[in-house]
Each structure stands twice: as structure tokens, then as C-alpha cells.
């Protein structure tokens, strides 16, 4: 049986002070709670809340990784170097990534494998566009995501690997698919997995949910048969309104 999985994704929020206060928060309020929590502050500083977090229950991620080894990559940050910090995940495919920053499957399928390779585990987003939505392709559209994220992994890697379906037109928005619709896009993404890897693979991956998931929908959400989680933005920046998401999967 599959267990849940909420991660806050902290986005480009917060100083240090505020990043360490509420690590700290978090380690407290979420001690003995059961299942997997991550939070992934900006880069610069993960090494300060990788101290507020270690030994405790909550896995240290973060937003990006370089599709290449160290060297003269100005403005990069390797696996490696992550990883030397206590980093043991990485949130790779956001839309914000594919959209302001162009990144496309390719390059994304790069950086999973460079990640899986140093041995940190996988957030693969995925998602689609309004526009997607309206014409009536969001299956197909998160089928080619997992695809293109996914491709020359062995079954073996995909237990590392979890997948974000994360509607586009829904982050940030304060918009979302009801609780059965977005059940509906998982089950067609666990699908496309089954048809990659093998239905056990598929019947054992998690899939969480992004997208506007807060206190009030999070309870919903979270009891969908194929929802196992969360990727939480806005709502994992105060410890008041992302651990009640956190305990909603207990």
C-alpha cells in the first residue's frame, strides 16, 4: 500500500532567518507524524535548514539541479554539491522551469538522470496548460511529460522517482479541478506509467498533487484512491497552513 507524501516547494521566498524559523517549526510540529514530508527551500539556504532538519523526519529537497558535472558552469549547482549538504531529492520539470525558463523534456529527462545517478530520489513534475485543458488534451499532453522525463530509466530507478501532476492553470491561482477530476488525471498518469514500466511499478509509484492544494481542499484532495500527496507552494511558506496538509495524510 502505498503511504503519502506532502513537500513543500518554498519557490523564491523567504531570508535565512525566516527559512531556519520555520524548518525548525516544522521539525517540531511534525515529530512522530507518520509518512514522508520534504521541504525545498532556495538554494541559498539549504545548507542553513539542512542543519535545522537533520535527523529529523523531514527530507531535505531542492527547486533544481544542473544537467552537468562541477565545472566551469557559471551560476550552476551539480548533484554533487547537493548532495555534499544534505540535500536527498531534487524537484525537477516544474512548469515555472518548462515555461520561464524553457526547459524541455529533454533536458529535464537529463537532469532525472543525472540525479538518480548521484542517488537522489525524483520530484518529476508534470501538467498542462489551460489551453490544454480547453481543447480536451491533458492526458495526452501529461502522457508526453512522462515520457520524456522517464525515458532510459530501468524499474529499478523508478522507485526513487515520484510524479507531480501539477495543472498549470491551477499554481497559484487559488483555482483547482474538483477532488474526482484530479483522481481522474492520476489514474490516467498511473496508466501511462503501467504501459512504460509494468503495473507493478505503476501500482507502487506515488503521485502527488500540486496546485493551489491548501488547508481547506487538502483534506479532499489527499482521500482521492490515486492521489498519494502533495506539492504544496504558497501554502507550505507558514508552518499554520502546511502542517495541517502534512496531517490530513496520517
Not at 483522481?183 to 501500482?203: M, P, Q, T, Y
Amino acid at each position: 500500500m502505498r503511504t503519502k507524501y506532502v513537500a513543500g516547494n518554498w519557490k523564491m521566498n523567504m531570508d535565512k532567518a525566516g527559512a531556519v524559523a520555520l524548518a525548525s517549526e516544522l521539525v517540531e510540529q511534525l515529530k512522530g507524524v507518520d509518512n514522508k514530508f520534504m521541504i525545498a527551500p532556495p538554494f541559498v539556504y539549504l545548507d542553513a535548514v539542512a542543519q535545522v532538519v537533520k535527523g529529523s523526519n523531514i527530507i531535505l529537497g531542492a527547486q533544481n539541479i544542473a544537467a552537468t558535472e562541477n565545472g566551469a558552469h557559471t551560476g550552476e549547482c551539480s548533484a554533487a554539491m547537493l548532495k555534499d549538504i544534505g540535500v536527498e531529492t531534487v524537484i525537477l520539470g516544474h512548469s515555472e522551469r518548462r515555461y520561464e525558463f524553457y526547459e524541455t523534456d529533454k533536458l529535464i529527462n537529463i537532469k532525472v538522470r543525472m540525479a538518480l545517478e548521484h542517488g537522489l530520489d525524483v520530484v518529476l513534475c508534470i501538467g498542462e496548460l489551460y489551453s490544454h485543458k480547453v481543447a480536451g488534451v491533458t492526458e495526452a499532453v501529461c502522457e508526453m511529460q512522462v515520457k520524456g522525463g522517464l525515458d532510459g530509466l530501468t524499474k529499478e530507478q523508478l522507485a526513487h522517482v515520484t510524479i507531480a501532476y501539477e495543472p498549470i492553470w491551477a499554481i497559484g491561482t487559488g483555482k483547482t479541478p474538483t477532488p474526482e477530476e484530479a483522481n481522474s488525471i492520476h489514474k490516467s498518469i498511473r496508466a501511462s506509467i503501467s504501459n512504460l514500466f509494468g503495473a507493478d511499478v505503476a501500482e507502487n509509484i506515488k503521485i502527488l498533487y500540486g496546485g493551489s492544494m491548501n488547508a481547506k481542499n487538502g483534506k479532499d484532495l489527499l482521500a482521492q484512491s490515486d492521489i498519494d500527496g502533495g506539492l504544496i507552494g504558497g501554502a507550505s511558506l507558514k508552518s499554520e497552513t502546511f502542517v495541517p496538509i502534512c496531517k490530513y495524510t496520517v
